[in-house]
């Protein structure tokens, strides 16, 4: 059925997705017209129960519509930098989708309805200024379903452990392996710990997520075994990226699984459930719905762009897959491994360039919004 209103596919698919297969749908987009002529309320009634965003999201927002307009003038004509301008700009943004989202997050105990906010990403490799910036964004917003996305860098791992002991909600950004994965989980389950040693006996009101980029992975995988050519080798193309995040799912189970987690779930400590990213189909031959068809399983969460979520309400396969075959996720793996594609090279090469987009698109719109002020003054 189509809505009226939006023109999106209402077939309830994404609350079925919840309900029927444990995995939260959550939005990969937001622009300020949603919050304000109610196309992000719409989604949440379609079944959305989080929302991410990241810096390539608002400059394209930001940059590509008037509706900021207003609002960075009277900044900048008022003696604002540009720099507290554009924090300014996104924080309201994540209020409105914030105040959007609050039903989910308390009908679901604070388990789903959050909001996700990315640090500058200039400072994926300084610890201590990523702790510094993710503390200054939770106390400047001060909302309990705000997560802020900090990257899965070796130099974040500490500043994750940091702000879980704080009691602080996280969203760990750009994890492009399983054994990056297990270092993040680590980090939590230690930030949790850290917080039990320091006197906290309710654990219940932390919450964070570990977001497994897949897509690129495909990408780049696809390119080495291209460069193979033999047979074999390009008969794994576009099969790398779902194995991976399936393995990483099986060490998901075991981690939060046994004694030492047993403790911290007494406590009300919640699971850090594997987010999907970057799930949109970056190759055409591929099915538009293939990262999300595949990774479906409980204590999950998918983040896609609008588009990828409509072709999911149209078309999507809506059964548990994300374990349906560990031995054929790892005989992927080993096979490509095999072809001669170092996937721990892979993911140092996708995490840079991650990092250096994230970069480039937060720089970029800074450029753009210095010449607009210099035009307002």
């Not at 994926?124 to 200024?129: F, G, L, R, S």
């Not at 009691?167 to 039990?196: C, H, K, P, W």
Request: negative net charge; proline residues 3%.
């Amino acid at each position: 059925m189509i809505d009226g209103g939006s023109g999106r596919t209402t077939n309830g698919r994404l609350a079925s997705l919840y309900s029927e297969c444990g995995q939260s749908p959550w939005l990969d987009n937001l622009r300020r017209g949603w919050i304000t002529g109610g196309e992000l309320d719409a989604w949440v009634e379609q079944g959305i129960r989080g929302l991410t965003s990241n810096p390539s999201i608002f400059q394209k927002a930001i940059e590509s519509s008037p509706d900021y307009d207003e609002q960075f003038g009277d900044l900048v004509c008022g003696g604002v930098s540009v720099d507290d301008a554009y924090w300014q700009l996104v924080t309201s943004d994540i209020r409105g989708a914030l105040r959007a989202l609050e039903g989910v997050y308390a009908a679901s105990d604070g388990t789903d309805g959050f909001v996700s906010v990315e640090v500058d990403p200039s400072l994926a490799h300084d610890t201590a200024a990523t702790v510094t910036a993710a503390r200054e964004l939770h106390e400047a917003i001060a909302r309990p379903n705000l997560m802020v996305k900090i990257p899965g860098t070796i130099e974040g791992l500490a500043a994750i452990r940091q702000m879980i002991a704080e009691g602080r909600s996280i969203n760990v950004t750009l994890i492009f392996s399983a054994a990056r994965y297990e270092q993040v989980a680590e980090s939590y389950l230690q930030g949790l710990e850290d917080r039990v040693e320091s006197g906290v006996n309710d654990l219940s009101d932390v919450a964070s997520v570990a977001s497994f980029f897949v897509s690129r992975t495909d990408t780049e995988v696809d390119r080495r075994l291209d460069a193979v050519g033999t047979t074999s080798a390009l008969c794994l193309r576009g099969r790398t990226a779902v194995a991976q995040a399936q393995a990483a799912y099986g060490r998901f189970g075991e981690i939060f699984s046994g004694p030492r987690w047993e403790r911290l779930a007494a406590l009300g400590a919640q699971v850090q459930r594997p987010l999907w990213a970057s799930t949109s189909t970056k190759n055409p031959a591929y099915p538009d719905t293939l990262y999300v068809d595949e990774l479906i399983g409980p204590h999950t969460v998918n983040t896609m762009p609008d588009a990828t979520l409509e072709a999911f309400c149209d078309h999507g396969k809506l059964r548990r897959s994300v374990d349906a075959d560990q031995s054929a996720a790892r005989y992927v793996l080993d096979a490509v491994t095999a072809h001669g594609v170092d996937l721990d090279h892979v993911a140092d090469v996708l995490e840079a360039q991650g990092v250096a987009a994230f970069t480039k698109s937060f720089d970029e719109l800074l450029v753009s919004l210095q010449t607009k002020a210099d035009s307002l003054v």
